[in-house]
C-alpha cells in the first residue's frame, strides 16, 4: 500500500540550532515533492518544492533534499528560531497532479 | 489578489444531518483538492476536481461527495453526518499544470453533535 511516513510526531530543539525532518515515501512515483508549514487552526501554506531530477533545494534558512532511492526526502531549518515552531507536512505529487500529505512532524524551538 | 475562500468558517450540524462547505479558488486555477484534518492529525485526501471533472478520490465513504462548477469554484457534500465526521475541512487549488504549488484556504471547522 501507498505510505507517506515523516519521521517523528514532534521534534523539540533549542534555538539556534538546525532542525533535521525527514519524509519517506513506499509505493509512489512522485514527480516533485513539496514542504508546508501549517499553524494551529490554519491552512498549510508553501514553503519549498523540489522536482524528481533535483538533488536539493535551499531557500533562505530552508534546505530541502530529495533522494529517490531512498524514496526519501530531508528537510532542514538552519538558525531556528522559536518562530519557527509549527508542524511541517511532506507532500508527493505525482506525474498526473495528485497530491499526497504526510502526517506532519510539530516542531517546537526553545528559546 | 483574493487567496482561495472557504465559507463558512465554521458549521455545526447534528448527527443524521447533511453539511455543504464551499470553496472558491484563486482565480485562473483549475485545481481544486479537499482534505479532512482530524483534530490531531494529518490531511486526509477527499477528492481532487480539474476543470470541472473529479480526478480521484480518496478513500472516504460515497456520502462524501463533491461537484466543482464551471468557474473551477467547489463544493464538499457530506451526507448522514457521523460523530467522527467532525473535523477542520480544507480546500487546496493550483494551477492544471506541474511543478506548482497548492494554495490553501483556511478551512472550515464542522462540528458533528
Known amino acids: 500500500s501507498q505510505k507517506i511516513e515523516q519521521n517523528s510526531e514532534a521534534l523539540n530543539i533549542q534555538e539556534g540550532k538546525t532542525a533535521t525532518l525527514t519524509c519517506n515515501y513506499t509505493?509512489?512515483?512522485?514527480?516533485?515533492l513539496q514542504w508546508y508549514r501549517q499553524d494551529p487552526g490554519r491552512g498549510p501554506v508553501f514553503l519549498l518544492l523540489i522536482r524528481e531530477n533535483e538533488k536539493e533545494k535551499r531557500k533562505e534558512r530552508l534546505k530541502v533534499t530529495f533522494d529517490t532511492t531512498l524514496k526519501q526526502s530531508l528537510f532542514h531549518i538552519t538558525a531556528s528560531q522559536p518562530a519557527d515552531s509549527a508542524t511541517y507536512l511532506c507532500?508527493?505529487?505525482?506525474?498526473?497532479?495528485?497530491?499526497?500529505f504526510g502526517a506532519g512532524t510539530r516542531l517546537t524551538v526553545k528559546p | 489578489e483574493a487567496g482561495v475562500t472557504q465559507s463558512p468558517t465554521h458549521l455545526i450540524k447534528t448527527r443524521g444531518q447533511q453539511a455543504t462547505l464551499r470553496c472558491s479558488p484563486i482565480?485562473?486555477?483549475?485545481?481544486v483538492y479537499w482534505y479532512q484534518q482530524a483534530l490531531g492529525l494529518g490531511l486526509q485526501f477527499l477528492l481532487w476536481?480539474?476543470?470541472?471533472?473529479?480526478?480521484n478520490r480518496g478513500n472516504f465513504p460515497p456520502r462524501f461527495s463533491g461537484r466543482q462548477f464551471p468557474n473551477y469554484s467547489s463544493e464538499l457534500n457530506v451526507n448522514a453526518l457521523e460523530l467522527e465526521d467532525s473535523a477542520l475541512y480544507l480546500c487546496?487549488?493550483?494551477?492544471?499544470?506541474?511543478?506548482?504549488?497548492?494554495?490553501f484556504g483556511q478551512g472550515t471547522r464542522l462540528t458533528v453533535v
Open positions: 487546496a487549488s493550483s494551477l492544471a499544470y506541474r511543478d506548482t504549488e497548492a494554495f
Open positions: 509505493n509512489y512515483s512522485p514527480a516533485y
Open positions: 507532500a508527493l505529487v505525482e506525474g498526473n497532479n495528485d497530491m499526497r
Open positions: 476536481y480539474d476543470e470541472g471533472e473529479e480526478r
Open positions: 482565480s485562473g486555477h483549475t485545481s
